[in-house]
């Protein structure tokens, strides 16, 4: 009796386990409360690499005209004869403002893939460079009174007070506000060829 009975229970056991693996599987399948679901945003660095790609981005060129008058007066027999040695220069130059976008930082640059948006923070813009243009810029007039002392670096020092007083003319023309808004505009249109559909450019203020 007792071999004819032995594979039964065994038999039921093996039938009762398989049919409870196969209800648990069904019940995970259907009801997961368990599972949650992370979505994790993260700047592209590809959009950071390719906006610094453009480098010192010149957006604004001002080109500017003046005349500088530089006279070295001179006093003579304890200031009983005045005499100068005086120069009028005509100076001509180009300014050029813009945005160094090596200084772009990582945290400058956030991107949104799912939505296909992009918000840009771009550096402070800067006067780039201050530029005489020898070839345009002439001396109209040059004098030495007789018994001047006659200075032959007056044109040199001429042309270094053009090139401050250049740089100073654009500053106070507005040059920075107009290199940042050409800047934004560029940049938002490059992000946009690479396929972003929201874009927003901003500047970070001088500190």
Do not use: C
């Amino acid at each position: 009796m007792l071999k004819l009975l032995g594979p039964f229970p065994i038999a039921m056991a093996a039938s009762a386990a398989l049919a409870a693996a196969v209800t648990l599987a069904a019940v995970l399948l259907i009801w997961r409360p368990f599972d949650t679901t992370t979505t994790t945003l993260r700047s592209t660095p590809s959009v950071v690499v390719s906006v610094r790609d453009l480098a010192r981005l010149q957006s604004v060129e001002y080109h500017i005209e003046r005349v500088i008058d530089l006279r070295d007066r001179q006093s003579l027999l304890f200031g009983l004869i005045r005499t100068q040695d005086a120069i009028l220069f005509v100076a001509v130059g180009q300014v050029t403002g813009g945005v160094d976008l090596g200084e772009l930082r990582e945290d400058d640059v956030v991107v949104d893939e799912a939505r296909h948006s992009a918000r840009i923070t771009l550096p402070p813009a800067r006067v780039l460079s201050t530029r005489l243009d020898n070839e345009r810029s002439w001396v109209y007039a040059r004098t030495t009174d007789v018994l001047a002392q006659r200075h032959e670096d007056l044109e040199t020092r001429a042309r270094q007070e053009a090139e401050r007083t250049l740089e100073e003319s654009a500053l106070s023309s507005g040059i920075l506000a107009r290199a940042r808004l050409n800047a934004e505009r560029t940049v938002e249109s490059f992000v946009r060829s690479l396929g972003y559909v929201t874009v927003t450019v901003t500047s970070r203020e001088e500190p």
